[in-house]
């Protein structure tokens, strides 16, 4: 078995603390990654808290991992030892069903493994990337280039394609006003790829002291959800909203905003369900829909598309025992605009 380190809540209850644990052998088809950083997705909290559903404890979060591959098995053709990679959200699936043969493992109708807090095909709990290394499926690891800040990509495994995959599905760009509801994690992703697929966007916020980034993030236009002046400006505009919040919200707000046959894409997942008014759908013909993370092969698609056009996430840098306050600042909005562990400092 192979020996690792990681951090881990015990129970819904408790803090994560350090935490020994040990992984599979390398299977003939497995890669073993050394994590070098790994990012905090608001996820992680719902997970950890129950917010959801019961969690599989001890519980070792963690789904945006890059590292560097340490070994392999004999069968893997794909990888070289010393060679950047990643993993997103998943380390396996069924991978036969219609989903798995059209490159859409997330949405795996047979088995889908999550990186964490899942049993994997064997029958044992799988640990996330909190940790010091893993044992992946080859064909559920991802190649990392180069060019681009190490740390800076580990929030595009899971950020990063889960934004990128609704904007690239629903053909989002040049012509379309795009809005972005919530500022955090996903959100800034959005905001990125919007800009970058030629879309104008628009970021709706609660957090004024956001603002001044907007900019820098390449948006065209900010507004304050609180301000009823900036909210009664942007009535019926929007072709796309993508709604990243984490927490209860009001969507008929946000439905108000669309043009006629516009389309609100939920990607955030607060634990409450979604209030909806018959009128708000009614009126102008609007679309609600939902989108969770990406396939193995878009997500690569994504890594290769960030390579050329130099999109990384926006990070904080933070030891590992820092967690905690990471966590804290993460429920107040207070993201600039990812936590990334360096895993060094396990
Ligand atoms: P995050 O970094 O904490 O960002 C969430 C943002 O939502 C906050 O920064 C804040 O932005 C806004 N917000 C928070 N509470 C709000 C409230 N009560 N009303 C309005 N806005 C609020 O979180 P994240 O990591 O981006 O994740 C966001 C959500 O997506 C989480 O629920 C997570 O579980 C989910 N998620 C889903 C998928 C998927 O596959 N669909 C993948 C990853 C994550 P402002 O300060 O700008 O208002
Ligand atoms: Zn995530």
């Known amino acids: 078995m192979i020996q690792t380190k990681g951090y881990a809540a015990q129970s819904a209850e ?3 603390a350090p935490w020994n644990f040990e992984r599979r052998e390398v299977g003939p088809h497995d890669v073993l990654i050394d994590i070098k950083y790994c990012g905090v997705c608001h996820t992680d909290l719902h997970n950890i808290k129950n917010d959801w559903f019961p969690g599989v404890f001890p519980m070792v979060p ?5 590292g560097i591959v340490a070994a392999m098995g004999s069968h893997v053709t794909g990888f070289k030892v010393g060679e950047r990679v990643g993993v997103g959200v998943l ?8 989903e798995c043969n059209n490159g859409l493992e997330q949405a795996c109708t047979v ?3 999550l990186t964490y807090n899942s049993i994997g095909h064997d029958g044992s709990p799988t640990y996330g ?7 992946v499926d080859e064909r559920f690891v991802l190649h990392v280039s180069n060019k ?6 580990a929030p595009l495994l899971c950020a990063g394609i889960t934004t990128y995959s609704p904007l690239r599905n629903w053909k989002v ?3 379309h006003k795009l809005a972005v509801v919530g500022l955090g994690g996903l959100g800034h992703m959005a905001v990125k790829f919007g800009v970058a697929f030629g879309a104008e966007v628009t970021i709706l916020s609660t957090s004024a002291k956001k603002q001044r980034d907007a900019e820098s993030l390449g948006a065209h236009q900010f507004v304050v959800t609180s301000e009823e002046a900036q909210v009664a400006a942007v009535r019926n505009s929007f072709d796309f909203i993508i709604d990243t919040v984490s927490a209860k919200h009001d969507l008929n707000l946000y439905l108000g905003m669309l043009k006629t046959n516009g389309t609100l894409i939920c990607v955030g997942a607060p634990a409450e369900p979604y209030q909806i008014h018959a009128f708000s759908l009614l009126a102008g013909n609007k679309t609600i829909a939902g989108s969770g993370a990406g396939g193995l092969p878009q997500t690569q698609e994504m890594l290769d ?3 050329e056009h130099n999109i990384t996430s926006d990070i904080e840098l933070i030891d590992m025992k820092n967690i905690h306050a990471a966590f804290d600042r993460m429920v107040k909005g207070d993201v600039r605009y990812r936590f990334v562990i360096d895993l060094a400092t396990l």
Request: aromatic share 8%.
């Open 14 to 16: 408790t803090d994560l």
């Open 62 to 66: 963690g789904h945006e991992i890059v």
């Open 91 to 98: 380390v396996d699936s069924c991978r036969h069903c219609e």
């Open 111 to 113: 088995s889908p493994v």
């Open 129 to 135: 990337g909190y940790s010091n290394n893993i044992v």
């Open 148 to 153: 681009l800040d190490f740390a800076a990509v």
């Open 173 to 175: 760009g040049k012509g």
């Open 305 to 307: 598309f960030c390579a």
